[in-house]
């Protein structure tokens, strides 16, 4: 009996274990979704171009989206789930909204070649975090310093316009964020070994879908400013 019993305890804890992963990418994957559909209804729209675009109403949704960013990620515990979802994918359409400019920027074959190979390279670096044996965790701070750092110095480049400090920071953005995708995949595999069908574990997987979300944009807009074809 006691080997039928732990038997059933391995199945059981694999299938929780598929369904957070299931989730927390499916979660990610909906937001890219909105997010697109986001950016091109507000790309379309002369309205939400104006009202985005035109004095300091970008600056306030970006600000609002920085804001909710750190609410979600320290109010976790606290919220609902149903708050989190809703911040969540409240934030994927501000961050859609934002990103409108990018049609006006790249060609429409452009954005879609460096979507294609940005979505390659994350499940690319994504699956090597779910699969390698090597530990990934002690890279975690170096990888959150060099973003500070990549931070640091787009603001810096405000001022300076270098074509060349441009390059460098994009170059350095797809090698980070490839780094954090394969770190958050890792962190998240970790997680699922403990995971259940609770609400404080849907959460979490509300959150590892944020940071996910967050690995993927940056690295494409990154491998945007490398490759990307200007109209």
Known sequence: MDEYANIGYAAERESAQK??????????AVALLISAASAFVTANSYTLLKLIFTGWHYWVLVIGELALVWWLSASIRKISLATAVIGFLGYSVLNGMTLASIFFVYSQESLTVVFITCAAMFAGMALYGL?????????????????????????????????GLTLIISLVSVAVFAGLTAYDSQKMLAISAHADDSEAYRKVSILGALELYLD?????LALLRIFGRRR
């Open 131 to 163: 699969r390698t044996k090597s530990n990934l965790s002690g890279y975690g701070q170096y990888l959150i310093m060099a973003v500070w750092g990549i931070i640091v110095a787009s603001l810096l480049n405000i001022l300076f316009k270098s074509s």
């Open 216 to 220: 993927f944009i940056n690295m494409f």
């Open 19 to 28: 369904k957070f992963l299931t989730g927390t990418y499916g979660w990610m």
